[in-house]
């Protein structure tokens, strides 16, 4: 499986923009870039994927470099609630059909996000 | 729309018994993943099904098994614990399409 190196923790204050940097030197041409998030006590959740070009959603916005070796996931007003581990991963995706789904999600450790009121 | 739900949400067994663990996915979607997060190892993939057939699976022992129902419904098994499953096992699932999974709340698994 194609790996990513992230941070291992980053801080930011409350209401400032966040970059989350996420390294994927081995990615191939058919990995999407997916980013889920885990609060306390919780599931992973889905945050925001892409493939070449950059993404928004409402929740953030996904920042993928021009090699696709890289990418950042930016959080644009960090509130007390987007203190979470924040995974990057990479699927492949394409050319699954009827067996999409059919393949697992390689979690590294994620970066600990904290934010400081 | 109802989002994974998992039961229990907590569940103390002893060494050597067995533990089934449950999961509804989301209405329609019809790919059940399980995943077991520990501190030392993360979050490590177990196994997933689809249309009541298991097409991938993870690095763990005999022991850890599933299953999944005609309507989607999935649960696993773990017979013979041992101290070290004490983990949260998560389930997920989703529907065909790039976009991501939907994972549950889990359930919090303590053998002693």
């Known amino acids: 499986d194609a790996k990513t190196t992230q941070p291992n923790s980053m801080e930011s204050n409350e209401e400032e923009p966040v970059h989350l940097p996420c390294n994927h030197s081995t990615i191939s041409g058919t990995d999407y870039i997916h980013w889920y998030r885990q609060l306390p006590s919780q599931g992973p959740e889905y945050v925001i994927h892409g493939l070449t070009s950059n993404v928004n959603n409402r929740m953030a916005s996904l920042a993928i470099a021009e090699d696709r070796k890289s990418s950042t996931l930016i959080l644009h007003r960090a509130t007390l609630r987007d203190a979470a581990v924040y995974y990057c991963i990479l699927r492949d995706v394409m050319g699954k059909g009827t067996n999409f789904g059919n393949e697992k999600l390689t979690f590294g450790t994620g970066t600990r996000l904290t934010i400081i009121p | 729309k109802a989002g994974v739900t998992q039961t229990p949400r907590y569940l103390i067994k002893t060494r050597g018994q067995q533990v089934t663990l449950s999961c509804s996915p989301i209405s329609g979607h019809r790919s059940v993943s399980w995943y077991q997060q520990t501190p030392g190892q993360g979050l490590q993939f177990l196994f997933e099904?689809?249309?009541?057939?298991?097409?991938n699976k993870g690095n763990f022992p005999g022991r850890f098994s599933g299953r999944q129902f005609s309507n989607s419904r999935s649960e696993m098994n773990v017979s013979t614990l041992e101290l070290g499953d004490s983990a949260l096992y998560l389930c997920?699932?989703?529907?065909?399409?790039?976009?991501?999974?939907?994972f549950g709340s889990g359930t919090r698994l303590t053998v002693v």
């Open positions: 099904y689809f249309s009541e057939t298991q097409r």
């Open positions: 997920a699932s989703s529907s065909a399409g790039a976009r991501g999974y939907t």
